[in-house]
């Protein structure tokens, strides 16, 4: 189970998640959401801003997460396993007050995320969908 955030910026762009391109993680070299798997009795909400503040050392409460949807079905990473989630999203985040922890992050108008398509992990690309983004 895992929770992942669309973070948009105080101008209004997409705080994405460039992934590292490393042998051993989920979707090297893509790019993502921030946000991860769900640890112990965690809500998902709890989930999605533990992650948060571990990849961004930046703290967003609760409150200021907005759900958006859920995604359940078959993992296409994983032979026979299954995937499920929550999807958020958090507004009005300085993108000078992020220090990344994993990866790096990318800013982008929200106009030129359809040319990153092909980039996009499974979920980004949802999330993409769920929220309108033109061209998804």
């Known amino acids: 189970e895992v929770a992942c955030a669309i973070l948009i910026d105080t101008r209004g762009h ?6 590292d391109d490393v042998v051993g993680i989920l ?7 921030f946000g991860g798997h769900r640890e112990g009795d965690e ?16 703290f967003v409460p609760a409150a200021r997460f907005e759900y958006l ?8 990473d ?8 929550d999807l958020f999203i958090a507004r ?5 007050a992020l220090v990344v922890t994993e990866g790096s992050v990318l800013v982008i108008n ?23 983004t033109p061209g998804f």
């Open 110 to 132: 929200p106009d030129e995320v359809i040319a990153m398509d092909q980039k996009l992990t499974p979920t980004a690309r949802f999330a993409m969908q769920v929220i309108g």
């Open 14 to 19: 997409f705080l994405l998640q460039q992934r």
């Open 27 to 33: 979707h090297p070299g893509k790019v993502g959401l």
């Open 43 to 58: 809500t998902l909400l709890e989930c999605v801003v533990r992650e948060v503040h571990e990849e961004l050392t930046y």
């Open 69 to 76: 949807a859920s995604v359940d079905g078959r993992d296409i």
């Open 92 to 96: 009005d985040i300085p993108v000078d």
């Open 78 to 85: 994983a032979d026979s396993g299954s995937f499920s989630g």
